[in-house]
């Protein structure tokens, strides 16, 4: 059980450092650093003004990793987020200067900004975690995360993010506004100068990737991968969607249950888990069907329903779970 509060308080302490910057807002910490065990991408999703960059650039601070940002806009190239082969008179070859993409942490900040042929650049960065310029690959190194921000869809100037590539983001993660009291935090918070300029990184690279690897050892029972399955397919059988969840969506909520479960202390992943994440991991892979969306039935609420109505693993849960681990060993 060591290993597990050793995972428990990793998380903790990236939380902790985030929260000097972010205030009020620890769902949304939480939900970020399980993508980041995950080794998952990460779309925060809000109107300007909430944290979503801030968000980013602290989770960045409080880890040892190399970090890029790459501000999206209309008029911008594939080659300026891969990057380009420029000719070397002196040694008559061509070199490669990489882009942006390769980091470890990337901010791919207003990502819906760009234009689908640049948005298509990330594509294969995400999927693959290499980038391939003028026929040659380039791996990208470990770990690699891409936290991309964007603006609702509603506001001018955006394109929409197509759908095989929101389908790559793990999870999207929704700020909200802080409430009065929070809002005072923050004004009182950045009187005399911002709190992130005094963050500091509180986890060496060779830990996290410790434990992304952790992470992948938490038992997911055979009930629990049933259920996980059951949801996603109802969101592919329901009237009201267009176009359900992936399988990739599947794997997500199992490996974001997994993390979920380390991050409680727990060496074990709980129907809880995968009701608690259902959303932010499944929302954005959904498209509501015209009918449901004159209804105003957003794809959110479509998967809130699914998870009531869907039935949960039941009997002596601890008992069944110790009984399947028995049998994996």
Do not use: W
Not at 228 to 256: E, H, K, M, N
């Amino acid at each position: 059980m060591s290993f597990m509060t050793d995972l428990k308080k990793f998380g903790e302490r990236i939380i902790h450092n985030l929260e000097q910057v972010i205030v009020g807002k620890s769902q949304s910490l939480e939900l970020v650093v399980i993508g980041l065990l995950c080794q998952g991408h990460v779309l925060i999703e809000d109107v300007p003004g909430v944290g979503k960059t801030m968000l980013a650039r602290s989770l960045a601070r409080s880890l040892d990793c190399a970090f890029s940002r790459i501000q999206f806009t209309p008029d911008m190239l594939p080659s300026d987020v891969t990057g380009v082969s420029i000719f070397n008179q002196q040694k008559r070859n061509f070199e490669f200067r990489a882009g942006p993409i390769i980091g470890q942490i990337v901010l791919a900040d207003e990502v819906n900004r760009a234009t689908p042929k640049t948005q298509a650049a990330l594509l294969e960065a995400m999927e693959e975690r290499q980038v391939t310029v003028d026929g040659v690959t380039h791996l990208l190194p470990k770990p690699f995360m891409v936290l991309a921000t964007q603006n609702p869809i509603e506001y001018e100037g955006t394109f929409p993010l197509p759908e095989a590539q929101l389908d790559r983001f793990l999870l999207r993660v929704r700020m909200g506004y802080p409430s009065a009291s929070e809002e005072m935090r923050v004004l009182s918070g950045q009187q005399l100068r911002h709190p992130i300029e005094a963050l500091k990184s509180v986890v060496k690279v060779k830990e996290l990737l410790n434990a992304i690897t952790g992470i992948r050892k938490i038992f997911v029972s055979p009930a629990i991968q049933k259920y996980i399955i059951d949801l996603v397919g109802r969101t592919r059988q329901s009237s009201d969607v267009y176009l359900g969840a992936s399988p990739r969506g599947s794997l997500s909520l199992f490996r974001a249950g997994q993390a979920r479960a380390a991050l409680q202390g727990r060496d074990h992943v709980l129907p809880d888990d995968v009701k608690a994440l259902a959303v932010a991991v499944l929302g954005h892979r959904i498209i509501v069907s015209p009918a449901a969306r004159l209804r105003e039935l957003s794809a959110d609420r479509l998967v809130q329903e699914i998870v009531h109505n869907a039935p949960v693993p039941g009997g002596d849960y601890r008992a069944t779970v110790a009984k399947e681990k028995g049998k994996a060993q």
